[in-house]
C-alpha cells in the first residue's frame, strides 16, 4: 500500500477511477476511505487516497505542490500517448512533455491537490 494525501478522498477516487483508468480496490465512504489499483497489476500495490485533514499532513500536502513538485511518479509505456488522452479529457499538464538522459516525462494536476508524473524509461 502507498498512500498520497488529497484534498478531497472522494472526488479523488472519481479522478483517479474515471480519468486516469485506476481500478476500485476498496470504497466506503462512510470512512472517507479509497483505495485504487493500477488494472495492468491488480495484485500489485494499492494507492490509498488519504485524507489531508491533519495538520502535518496538509502542510506537507500543500508545500510540495506549491513548490511544484510531483508526489508519486507512474511509469508509463508511451508517456507523448498519455499526454493526449489525458489531455483530452481536460487534465491539466504544467506543459509538453519533456526528455532527457532518463527518459520522457510530464506533470499534471491530478484536481485534488497534487501534481503527479508519468515518465517513459529511454
Known amino acids: ?3 498520497i494525501h488529497v484534498v478531497d ?3 479523488a477516487f472519481e479522478f483517479y477511477r474515471d480519468v486516469l483508468g485506476f481500478e476500485e480496490l476498496m470504497a466506503v465512504p462512510e470512512y472517507n476511505l479509497y483505495i485504487v489499483r493500477s ?8 494507492l490509498l487516497l488519504e485524507p489531508s485533514d491533519n ?12 513548490q511544484g513538485l510531483p508526489i508519486i511518479v ?5 508517456v507523448r500517448a498519455e499526454y493526449e488522452r489525458l489531455s483530452a479529457l481536460g487534465v491539466r499538464f ?20 497534487n501534481l503527479i508524473q508519468i515518465h517513459q524509461d529511454e
Not at 495492468?40 to 494499492?46: F, L
Not at 495538520?55 to 506549491?66: H, Q
Not at 507512474?74 to 508511451?78: E, R, S, T, V, Y
Open 94 to 113: 504544467t506543459g509538453e512533455p519533456t526528455a532527457d538522459q532518463s527518459g520522457t516525462s510530464a506533470v499534471f494536476d491530478d484536481t485534488c491537490g
Open 55 to 66: 495538520p502535518v499532513a496538509e502542510a506537507y500536502r500543500r508545500g510540495v505542490y506549491e
Open 74 to 78: 507512474f511509469g508509463a509505456p508511451d
Open 1 to 3: 500500500m502507498c498512500g
Open 9 to 11: 478522498p472522494a472526488a
Open 39 to 46: 488494472p495492468q497489476d491488480p495484485d500489485g500495490v494499492g
